[in-house]
């Protein structure tokens, strides 16, 4: 069974602090990405790699870096929080060729800055 | 402009009515895949059906089924005999494979209801 996890379900953090988090996929999939959620705002592209130390940003990066020293793991950093960071954090993966395939998603994390 | 639009925020039907969840797209790749999801309340997407642009029959899946419209651009998501459990987020997203992208695009998503 595909798996990709995400080290917390919900997090809260304050203003300026700086905040990891985690994404890990079981699937040896070369591709990850990072997705924010926000109602009426669907899903935005923060940062995607298509292989370990590669990373291309997405419609969104700023205030955001990312981090893919393992294939299998792909973490996305905000260097000082801010409270319009608050969000839903949502990371996924495909395989090289993706094509048809469908993107593997994981839990999601609740992020809430004060 | 948005290569995914979905017009309804949020929808409501009655436990075992069918329902309708628009979708239109935009591209000028000839390859391209479409994607629904359903997102419940605990946030995980669930990936629900793919629709491929040169499939010639619409695509189903259980009680899913997406009515594929190439020339008018349009995959609309049908949920046959509706469940409480089907309330959810749904999205519909759009990968072009041509060019080689493996990066969909996400439409904002359809908020559905389903009352008793």
């Known amino acids: 069974d595909v798996k990709v996890t995400q080290s917390s379900r919900y997090l809260v953090k304050r203003t300026g602090e700086k905040v990891f988090l985690e994404c890990v996929q079981d699937m040896d999939h070369e591709n990850m990405f990072w997705y924010r959620q926000d109602p009426g705002l669907g899903l935005r592209l923060i940062y995607f790699s298509y292989d370990v130390k590669m990373k291309e940003k997405g419609d969104i990066p700023e205030g955001y870096s990312v981090s893919r020293e393992k294939k299998e793991r792909f973490s996305l950093i905000l260097e000082s929080a801010s409270t319009n960071q608050t969000s839903m954090y949502l990371c996924a993966s495909t395989p090289i060729r993706a094509g048809t395939d469908t993107q593997y998603f994981g839990p999601g994390t609740r992020l809430t800055v004060l | 402009a948005q290569k995914i639009t979905q017009t309804q925020p949020g929808m409501f039907v009655q436990e075992k009515e069918a329902v309708t969840l628009d979708c239109t797209y935009d591209?000028?790749?000839?390859?391209?895949?479409l994607f629904w999801y359903k997102q419940p309340s605990s946030g995980e997407m669930i990936f629900l059906i793919y629709?491929?642009?040169?499939?010639?029959q619409n695509a189903t899946e259980g009680r899913y089924s997406l009515n594929f419209q190439k020339a008018r651009k349009s995959a609309n998501l049908v949920i046959s005999a509706s469940q409480l459990g089907d309330s959810a987020m749904y999205f519909c997203?759009?990968?072009?494979?041509?060019?080689?992208?493996?990066?969909?695009?996400f439409g904002r998503g359809t908020s559905l209801i389903v009352h008793p």
């Open positions: 629709q491929g642009s040169y499939d010639q």
């Open positions: 591209t000028s790749d000839p390859s391209y895949g």
């Open positions: 997203a759009m990968r072009e494979i041509s060019g080689g992208s493996y990066i969909p695009t």
